[in-house]
């Protein structure tokens, strides 16, 4: 550890990550139990150091670098790109580390998760088993991936909706099953996807 990280600005580092966008002067000094100033002027030291990103306005939250996380092994490293058409050198030095969960998804208040049932939408990579971020709203655009409710059956569903006069269409992402048709007051859209987190390896493609 870099002897300018005494133990209070590890802390702070520590509480920094846990409390995300809402780590403000006033919060942490909440957390920590050191006075509004104190922490100001740790949070000084740390930003001259490169450990915490520019101050991005009085009510912003504080943040660490990218360089921040690099160094103290914080966050999953980014080892460059990877070329998905020509074959490229691999980098062999971390550039860069991922944000957290939260800012890497783009979630915002209110949005919750859930577990993926069933296979009826691997076209678009959700598995079974899966994670998918939700945005709750009661309205959807056609085209978009929706967590629905069918009110008849008491049971939500994942699927692609197609809105007409009196209808709503729910897609599959999977030949296997049919497209289902609901009046539109049987049919209460719950949210939106907005992003998933894969936790099991795909499943091969390639013809046999």
């Given at each position: 550890?870099?002897?300018?990280?005494?133990?209070?600005?590890?802390?702070?580092?520590?509480?920094?990550?846990?409390?995300?966008?809402?780590?403000?002067?006033?919060?942490?000094?909440?957390?920590?139990?050191?006075?509004?100033?104190?922490?100001?002027?740790?949070?000084?030291?740390?930003?001259?150091?490169?450990?915490?990103?520019?101050?991005?306005?009085?009510?912003?939250?504080?943040?660490?670098?990218?360089?921040?996380?690099?160094?103290?092994?914080?966050?999953?490293?980014?080892?460059?790109?990877?070329?998905?058409?020509?074959?490229?050198?691999?980098?062999?030095?971390?550039?860069?580390?991922?944000?957290?969960?939260?800012?890497l998804m783009g979630k915002r208040p209110g949005d919750f998760l859930l577990t993926v049932r069933g296979d009826s939408m691997i076209g678009i990579g959700v598995m079974p088993g899966d994670l998918v971020l939700v945005r709750p709203t009661a309205e959807v655009l056609d085209g978009e991936v929706a967590v629905v409710l069918i009110k008849g059956d008491n049971a939500a569903t994942l699927k692609r909706i197609t809105h007409f006069v009196d209808k709503i269409l729910l897609d599959s992402e999977n030949p296997e099953y049919g497209q289902m048709v609901y009046a539109t007051e049987d049919v209460q859209i719950q949210g939106k996807m907005i992003g998933k987190i894969g936790l099991h390896v795909p499943r091969s493609t390639r013809r046999r």
């Open positions: 550890m870099p002897p300018e990280l005494t133990p209070t600005r590890q802390t702070l580092i520590s509480v920094i990550l846990r409390l995300g966008t809402q780590a403000t002067a006033s919060a942490l000094a909440r957390e920590m139990g050191i006075s509004k100033p104190a922490i100001t002027r740790h949070i000084d030291i740390l930003r001259d150091l490169g450990y915490v990103a520019p101050a991005g306005g009085r009510y912003a939250p504080i943040t660490l670098t990218s360089r921040a996380k690099v160094e103290l092994g914080i966050g999953i490293p980014i080892y460059g790109q990877i070329a998905a058409g020509q074959p490229t050198l691999a980098e062999q030095s971390p550039e860069d580390v991922v944000p957290d969960l939260d800012a």
